[in-house]
């Protein structure tokens, strides 16, 4: 007999009320960003797989710090840092939170508890953000190797990750604990949990991003305009809206700087003119910095395993009762 906290928390036909309200914000940014907004590729790729987690609340993100306003002015729409932040945090959702859900969805066939499965998905998290949307998909941003990639996003993806899960591992066992349906991927309570806990952990990880794009250990907010495969540098587009902008700001750089000199600066100035994108001066963090923002990420996700186990349970399996009995807070005006 499964306990009475294994009701659902809210009446089924909101939830399916979210989900239209999230296929429409899925389209909107969808249209939105393939034919107004340069994002960069793989960042409108993200964009869409994280409002797919995240539904309205994706949209909303996406509205106020991403889409472009009017025609030309995407670099200077998203220059602020916590605009950037943003787009870390997007992207680092978009590989970590799609390969946990995928291993969610897979181990939950297996029978598997969700002590085992909560590492199984934080291994798939960490290895789909790491090997695909970090190293694959930027090598050609970051002009690298797919190894020199690897190793330059192995601690910024890690610290990313060790945040993101810490968010969403409580969330999710908390959720499912008390509704065990959440546990299985043809259910659309599995569906409603793993939104939520995307949510959180989009929240929880923010923080460590911020502190990630500052100290240029990880991009940004960019624009395929001046960064994206294919995109054409502004200040080369003479019959671009933003060119007279880019061109002044190339002038401010250049003043006073040799003409031989000049050449390796228009080089750099597609980098350098997007906030959060140069990252050449996240070598100067030292190793002490370093290692004490890796731990306290590690802190953080022991903090979120501590308040699964404290508030779930991490001995449940797919289609069992819980070993556990959650307990039931009093209401007022009744006696337990």
Not at 168 to 192: K, Q, Y
Request: charged share 15%; net charge neutral.
């Amino acid at each position: 007999m499964m306990h009475p906290m294994s009701e659902p928390l809210f009446p089924e036909y909101l939830l399916w009320i979210w989900f239209a309200l999230t296929a429409l914000s899925v389209a909107y940014v969808a249209w939105d960003l393939f034919t107004s907004t340069p994002e960069m590729k793989v960042m409108k790729y993200g964009w869409v797989l994280v409002t797919l987690y995240t539904g309205p609340i994706g949209l909303i993100i996406y509205w106020f710090s991403c889409r472009e306003p009017s025609p030309g002015t995407h670099e200077q729409f998203i220059a602020p840092l916590w605009k950037q932040t943003v787009g870390s945090t997007i992207h680092c959702a978009a590989g970590d939170a799609t390969g946990i859900i995928v291993a969610a969805a897979i181990t939950g066939y297996f029978g598997l508890s969700m002590g085992v499965d909560i590492w199984l998905e934080y291994a798939a998290g960490f290895a789909f953000g790491l090997f695909i949307f970090q190293a694959l998909f930027m090598k050609d941003m970051m002009k690298m190797s797919y190894g020199q990639a690897l190793r330059h996003s192995f601690l910024p993806e890690w610290v990313s990750m060790n945040a993101m899960m810490a968010g969403m591992m409580p969330t999710m066992v908390i959720l499912m604990s008390r509704d065990m349906r959440a546990m299985e991927a043809n259910s659309p309570w599995f569906w409603a949990a793993m939104s939520a806990a995307t949510l959180v952990g989009v929240v929880v990880a923010y923080p460590v991003n911020y502190w990630l794009v500052k100290n240029k250990l990880k991009h940004g907010m960019g624009t395929e305009r001046a960064l994206g495969k294919g995109g054409a540098p502004i200040a080369e587009d003479p019959g671009h809206p933003a060119h007279s902008t880019a061109m002044a700001g190339m002038a401010g750089m250049h003043h006073g700087v040799p003409p031989e000199k000049r050449e390796t600066a228009h080089q750099g100035h597609d980098m350098a003119a997007m906030p959060g994108m140069d990252m050449s001066d996240g070598a100067q963090v030292s190793g002490l910095r370093k290692a004490v923002v890796t731990l306290l990420t590690l802190a953080m996700l022991a903090v979120g395993y501590y308040l699964a186990a404290r508030y779930g349970d991490l001995n449940m399996r797919p289609g069992e009762p819980m070993s556990m009995p959650m307990p039931m807070p009093a209401m007022p005006g009744h006696s337990m």
